[in-house]
């Protein structure tokens, strides 16, 4: 199968810790084990006080493929507070990053 | 995921309340195996939230199953405090409160009982009914001071406007951002708001985003540099409590450079000259100097807002807590009118429930429509504070907090005997001066608490415990704004029982003749038959209905269409029929019609001489995406993401006072001490810590002098009561309050 991946768009990820909570429920992780961890950037050494989310996909992250071989989105996808979470073939998530500005392609498997 | 498989079963519902804590809204769907619930999907088809979900409901399997939950009913066994208690039965419980209620009320009178909730949730509708089914007009929020929490709002929107308005994100139409109706605002004003991580007054916090992925310019008002703020275009990082001055300032350009709305204000509004004239002494120079915010950008700020159509502003309950939080409401809705955003697609839409359907009394109207007029005046006149503030007198029917817990304390004019106390967390959670509410509990001779979790509350103060049920395992209805929805119940925990069940039970018992409904669905059914509907049908649809094209509850301009008063001529609900720059209603209630700015009854320029002893701006409140006020403090996904009572101080500050990320210090003012983990941070203004609220650590001793840890680390502690606005709504000063920071040598 094509390499799978996760594609951010970064400009409208707000840190609200939904794809954490989703990731865990679904894979029923304890407390400390993560799939995804958001992390956050701020910065002061622009003009302005910079403040930027990305949540990354841990070792943990199989993708959901329970999940996407029934054709649902992955868990944190689906539930991204600010549906700034793309699934997908890394070739078509690709495309989409050429066109929008601010975004993250993993493909952690 | 295996639908069907092993007797795995689906249930589509609405969230409102324990479990997700939140004022709900969203659809979900529920996955059943044997009758336990195993996970919780967002519901793609619902067009509040379109399949998303928070943290708070996805870790919901955490709070339903926590081995804490309180599963059947208590009595006190030991003295208050002790934290003893003895297992009884439904009966005995409802037995004993029967009793005991009905003495206190044969010897001092209903009035005597105050009947206490958190947060406006689903449990406005219940605990109202309980109150007036008993007799007591006194339905309050116990400890929050100035009831600083969205009726200051309602209270200036309804006087001015004769209806409530919110941000329009497309929330009154199925298909959302795609309905032919709507068009997204150009420009958002979020204002003393933080949208991220919680959803306010029935408004889906992340819609802002939607708005701004369709081009939406965002100007934010905080003090905070939050995601938001660093998203937009203008960011107004004003002093806390200064709210109203930068609404005049911004009234002060639309007006004078002729920003506004002419054929709006010319045709729909009245008083514009007066207001004309009130806003020349807010020049944005004297403002800037008022609110910190330079005064080009307060300049700027009005041109992008004015001249941006439609435009919108989505704001938040710290304007509730400015000093006279009614009129800084005021001052903010006028904005919207002067620009003529008023139920337009993409401004300001009027909200109204659904089909009219009405859970519970948002004004004084709706209350005389459920219970009547000659009885809702009879509770008037005995409800506390209702002599002092007209406005408390007649605008909803909530009982003036501050007066009430004086009222328990002194027994002027009449005497307070016991506590209702439902889904409220009073010391851990709303209420200042946590003291004094202490004493003033621990003074009442019954108190009854119901909720989900032992609390601060329930351990110190309460001699009987009743176990809510959360939203998978009840029947409940909503119509806060739209769409009218239905929470339908999936499972079964222990012996919970839903508010609506514990409040009808006992409703029943105290009025018998009045209560004519056998059960819950069947008092759903009959508030629901505005709609046409029954719990069952609107179940049976995914749990949801939107209101029609032409109905009252359905959006746009409903006021060129005679949709909005009684009399069907065209208007707005207001003495005038217009909207109101100048508030006939405020004048009726003794108040000036025109807005104005107030200083906070701590600050640097009304209390200079305390400002050095204690430097710093204390604002409390900041949300958490996973807690909700006082809540999932014990949920583990929860506790993980946000573990510790933190005090947020800017960079600069704490390296003049030594002090490093992550070090214990103290937060302090002449009212008390608490400890906090310094997070040190440039986004925080360096005059102003930001110590979030509801603190309490489930995970130690519950019983006195403990108390799940509340005098070591709740903030409330160091708020004053009696700060309330001249109209008694408004002016909690839990955002205004002056404080120091020092480092403790010790660790906790
Ligand atoms: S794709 Fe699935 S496994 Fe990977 S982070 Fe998202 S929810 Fe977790
Ligand atoms: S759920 Fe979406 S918006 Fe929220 S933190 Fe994760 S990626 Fe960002």
Redesign the interface.
Known sequence: MARHGLLIDYEYCTGCHTCEVACKQEHNYPVGKWGIKVNEIVLETFDKITIDYIPFPTDLCNLCVQRTKEGIPPACVKHCQAGCMMYGPVKELVKTMEKKPKTVLFAPR | ?NKDQEGEKIVRTTVWSPGAGCHGGCGVKLHVKNGRLV????D?NHPWN??????RV??L?QYVYHPDRLLYPMKRAGERGEGKWTRISWDEAFDTIEKKLKEIRDQFGAESVLFCQGTGRDIGGPISFLAYAYGSPNWVQLGLAGQSCYTPRLAAMFATQGDYAVLDAGQFYEKRYDAPEWTPPKCIIVWANNP??TCPDAFH??WV??C??RGAKVITVDTR???MA??SEI?LQIRPGTDGALALAMAHVIINEKLYDKEFVENWTFGFDELKERVQEYTPERVSAITWAPKEKIINAARLYAKSKPASIHWGLPVDQCPEGTTVAQAIAHLWCLTGNLDIPGGEVIARPAFGVTTYPFSSHELTALYGEEFVKKLTGKRIGAKVYPMVANFRGWAQPDMAVDQILTGDPYPIKAAWIQTTNILGGQAADTRKHYEALKKLDFNVVVDTFHNPTSMAVADIVLPAATFPEKESFRSWWAPLSVVVPAIKVGECKSDWEINLELARRFNPGAIRYKSVKELINDRLKPAGVTFDELAAEGSWMMPPEGHSSKPYRRYEKGLLRADGKPGFNTPTGKVEFWSKKYEEWDLDPLPYYDEPPESEVRTPELLKEYPLVMATGRRS??YFHSEHRMI???R??DPDPIVEINTKTAADLGIGDGEWVYVENRRGRIKRKAKV???IHPKVVMVPHGWWYPETDGREPNLFGIWDINCNQLIPTGTQSRSGFGGGAYKTTLCRVRKLEKER
């Open positions: 995921m996970k919780v999907e967002g793609e379109q399949g998303r979900l928070c943290p996805l870790a399997t991220v991580p916090g992340h985003v939607e701004m992925k540099t939050t995601w660093s998203r960011h995406s996973v583990p996904w929860m993980e993401i941070t440039p986004t």
